[in-house]
T-cell receptor, first 114, second 112 residues
Framework: DTEVTQTPKHLVMGMTNKKSLKCEQH?????MYWYKQKAKKPPELMFV???????INESVPSRFSPECPNSSLLNLHLHALQPEDSALYLC?????????????FGSGTRLTVV | RKEVEQDPGPFNVPEGATVAFNCTYS??????FFWYRQDCRKEPKLLMS???SGNEDGRFTAQLNRASQYISLLIRDSKLSDSATYLC?????????????FGRGTQLTVWP
């Protein structure tokens, strides 16, 4: 299995809703990432997990809450989002903690906040 | 100053053309180098890693010039299916765990 699987593929949520994005990989990668990508922009780093521990939070607002239940799963809990949070949310994993081999990205969740 | 700079294009070329993309990076501690391809509304996919000796994968050739801090991607005999955004990506020694630094991407359209 050489894939990163993200669900759901599309999500529309209201500003008062709570929802979760899920990410799963079975490649034994110990580094996992959440990125956010707006149209015609490169991906922006949100969170880094290393060995299931949160290593980096790139000053992301608290309405985004990551969770790593085990080495294969990564969740992103969403609450009280704003319309400007609408974007493509990408999960990625890496074989190397230095990123020496690049990442494998999931297909993303396209989020629309209404 | 951005870590990675790319010409955003767009590049519009006919099928069969040869096209070259360039990218510069600002941090001399940059360690690993990649070209990613991103189709519209899809995730980035690793096209190829870039090595100091240069490397080739079929119609694609990547070059790295550490002295000039410059990376290139050459696509020969362009196909319609090559239409995408090409992202120049680097890692930096000592930075956040495996963080990738992305250029803004270069858009390529190949027309028949």
């Amino acid at each position: 299995d050489t894939e990163v699987t993200q669900t759901p593929k599309h999500l529309v949520m209201g500003m008062t809703n709570k929802k979760s994005l899920k990410c799963e990989q079975h490649m034994g990668h110990r580094a996992m990432y959440w990125y956010k990508q707006k149209a015609k922009k490169p991906p922006e780093l949100m969170f880094v997990y290393s060995y299931e521990k949160l290593s980096i939070n790139e000053s992301v607002p608290s309405r985004f809450s990551p969770e790593c239940p085990n080495s294969s799963l990564l969740n992103l809990h969403l609450h009280a989002l704003q319309p400007e949070d609408s974007a493509l949310y990408l999960c990625a994993s890496s074989q190397s903690l230095q990123g020496s081999y690049g990442y494998t990205f999931g297909s993303g969740t396209r989020l629309t906040v209404v | 100053r951005k870590e990675v700079e790319q010409d955003p294009g767009p590049f519009n070329v006919p099928e069969g053309a040869t096209v070259a993309f360039n990218c510069t990076y600002s941090n001399s501690a940059s360690q690993s180098f990649f070209w990613y391809r991103q189709d519209c509304r899809k995730e980035p996919k690793l096209l190829m890693s870039v090595y100091s000796s240069g490397n080739e994968d079929g119609r694609f050739t990547a070059q790295l010039n550490r002295a000039s801090q410059y990376i290139s991607l050459l696509i020969r005999d362009s196909k319609l299916s090559d239409s995408a955004t090409y992202l120049c990506v680097v890692t930096i020694r000592g930075s956040t765990l495996g963080r990738l630094y992305f250029g803004r991407g270069t858009q390529l359209t190949v027309w028949p």
